[in-house]
């Protein structure tokens, strides 16, 4: 999804106004919309960008390779219930069963169309190669709780300082200004001994 966000800012910053009727590819190199007439790239041709994409990068794989990972993502993520077998279907670009041309395949609700959305993203962590920044940004706040608490502080501290909103650089100097977490826990320790350490 990252790539394909800055596609798309890319294509807003060399003038185009995009909207929910434009394309998600524009069909020649330049991004230009030459004529209006075939404004949607031919799967040729996005064949053709990510061969040399795939070769670029020094890879030998036919461009198919994607659909199959993507597909055996979303197996993954339909066996564990995050999404429908008609959503599947229909997010691998099939037309589906029978049951598709009453339900996917028509004029979608609204609310259909936002419970898809959010069907979709929370199959992501399956096809997605790199994570995303919530779940990133997550694992760090996670990581900086246990960094300070290891170090003494009180999850009331942590809190009411703000601590796991600070970036790096000023969480070393607010760590380097306290005690180390040695000292605290033999000041613990002493007062719960009735010692003055």
Same mark, same amino acid.
């Given at each position: 999804m990252t790539y394909l966000k800055d596609y798309q800012e890319q294509r807003i910053r060399s003038g185009e106004n995009l909207n929910r009727n434009s394309p998600l590819f524009l069909p020649d190199k330049d991004m230009s919309r030459k004529e209006e007439v075939n404004d949607f790239a031919m799967t040729v041709f996005i064949s053709r960008w990510l061969k040399k994409a795939i070769t670029r990068a020094g890879q030998n794989w036919r461009p198919y390779i994607f659909r199959a990972h993507? #597909?055996?993502?979303?197996?993954? #993520?339909?066996?564990?219930?995050?999404?429908?077998?008609?959503?599947?279907?229909?997010?691998?670009?099939?037309?589906?069963?029978?049951? #598709?041309?009453?339900?996917?395949?028509?004029? +979608?609700?609204?609310?259909?169309?936002?419970?898809?959305?959010? #069907?979709y993203k929370r199959t992501l962590k399956f096809p997605e190669t790199i994570g995303s920044s919530s779940e990133e940004e997550g694992m760090?706040?996670?990581?900086?709780?246990?960094?300070?608490?290891?170090?003494?502080?009180?999850?009331?501290?942590?809190?009411?300082?703000?601590? +796991?909103?600070?970036?790096?650089?000023?969480?070393?100097?607010i760590k380097e200004r306290s005690c180390s977490g040695r000292e605290i826990l033999l000041r613990r320790q002493g007062e719960l001994n009735g010692g003055t350490s």
């Open positions: 993507f #597909a055996t993502a979303f197996d993954i #993520a339909e066996s564990k219930g995050l999404i429908s077998h008609p959503w599947r279907q229909f997010f691998m670009g099939h037309k589906g069963d029978i049951e #598709a041309r009453y339900s996917t395949n028509k004029n +979608l609700l609204p609310d259909q169309i936002n419970e898809m959305r959010e #069907a760090n706040r996670r990581f900086k709780k246990q960094i300070l608490l290891i170090d003494g502080f009180t999850e009331e501290e942590i809190e009411e300082r703000g601590l +796991l909103d600070v970036d790096d650089e000023e969480l070393r100097n």
